[in-house]
């Protein structure tokens, strides 16, 4: 008779180990190396990086993401670059008030009075209670990588720390990608 079941601990082991196997491993493994053009992701470089986040004068909004409301405000992310603060307690004529400058920011939300956003890897929770004045409250630094683009399974162009800090990526055509994810 097999004694598997009588040692709990060596099975437990074991089911986790070829959990984990079966979850590392591509079932059809990495593609061949392609030649030509793919589908793929760029990332977007900034020099000379600074984490402090400063409100700044209202500045047009070019390439517009997510919008949170949050009491008279609009809040409008400016994909890879911050949150635009839109005074909207006339709707019939919101008045751009100022810009968050956070670069790398893609996503927010907003919770009493505390507003969250992504920079450059880190999650900051600044206080807009009293907005347009703002502070930041407390920043959780690299909570995730910027290194990587933000889907698995696509070729993507390597990143070169000679061109700056990884802020974003961008979806767009490539040439011969050496990168994959």
């Known amino acids: 008779m097999c004694n598997f079941f009588t040692k709990p601990g060596k099975t437990i082991l074991i089911i986790l180990a070829l959990a984990v196997l079966s979850s590392a491993c591509d079932p059809e493994g990495p593609p061949e190396r392609v030649t030509g053009e793919v589908a793929g992701y760029k990332p977007l470089y900034q020099s000379g990086i600074s984490l402090d986040l400063s409100f700044q004068e209202p500045r047009p909004l070019r390439q517009p993401g997510k919008i949170y409301v949050y009491g008279k405000w609009l809040l409008v992310n400016e994909l890879h670059e911050g949150i635009h603060f839109i005074d909207n307690s006339l709707p019939e004529q919101p008045k751009n008030t ?27 929770a600044i206080d807009i209670s009293q907005a347009p004045e703002i502070r930041e409250i407390n920043r959780i630094e690299k909570s995730w990588s910027t290194e990587l683009p933000p889907e698995q399974s696509v070729w993507f162009e390597c990143v070169d ?15 011969n990608p050496e990168c994959y994810r």
């Open 98 to 124: 100022g810009f968050l400058q956070a670069l790398g920011n893609v996503d927010m939300a907003v919770r009493d009075g505390v507003l969250y956003i992504d920079h450059i890897g880190d999650l900051v």
């Open 161 to 175: 720390p000679g061109k700056g800090t990884v802020i974003g990526w961008v979806l767009t055509t490539l040439t």
